[in-house]
């Protein structure tokens, strides 16, 4: 069974910083890019970014570029999100998701998904 399970959001005030993690079994972890998205209430889905099983790093909205930043421990299985100076704006349910494909895109059509992680942050 494949498992993708986010961890670390909360609630922080803006300008802080959390580390989301996406910890996956059951898929071989090399073989998989992973990718970040994240929804709001009332919004649909968008990638925030993804890391690909050919090592490339994406991060598509401008506005998380230079303070978002994606990462990977290949012996955890392991996909983590560093977020600093974070804004009320990137309030919303973060989710983690897994693709065979080698490339990183936006749509939401990827082979697995976790059960997201709520980030909230506060002006």
């Known amino acids: 069974e494949v498992q993708l399970v986010e961890s670390g959001g909360g609630l922080v005030q803006a300008g802080g910083s959390l580390r989301l993690s996406c910890t996956t079994s059951?898929?071989?972890?090399?073989?998989?890019?992973i990718g970040w998205f994240r929804q709001a209430p009332g919004k649909e889905r968008e990638g925030v970014s993804c890391i690909s099983k050919i090592g490339s790093r994406t991060y598509w909205p401008d506005s998380v570029k230079g303070r978002f930043t994606i990462s990977s421990d290949i012996a955890a299985n392991t996909v983590y999100l560093q977020m600093n100076n974070l804004k009320p704006e990137d309030t919303a349910v973060y989710y983690c998701a897994a693709d065979n494909l080698p490339w990183c895109r936006t749509s939401t059509t990827w082979d697995y998904w976790g059960q997201g992680t709520q980030v909230t942050v506060s002006s």
């Open positions: 059951g898929i071989t972890f090399d073989d998989y890019t």
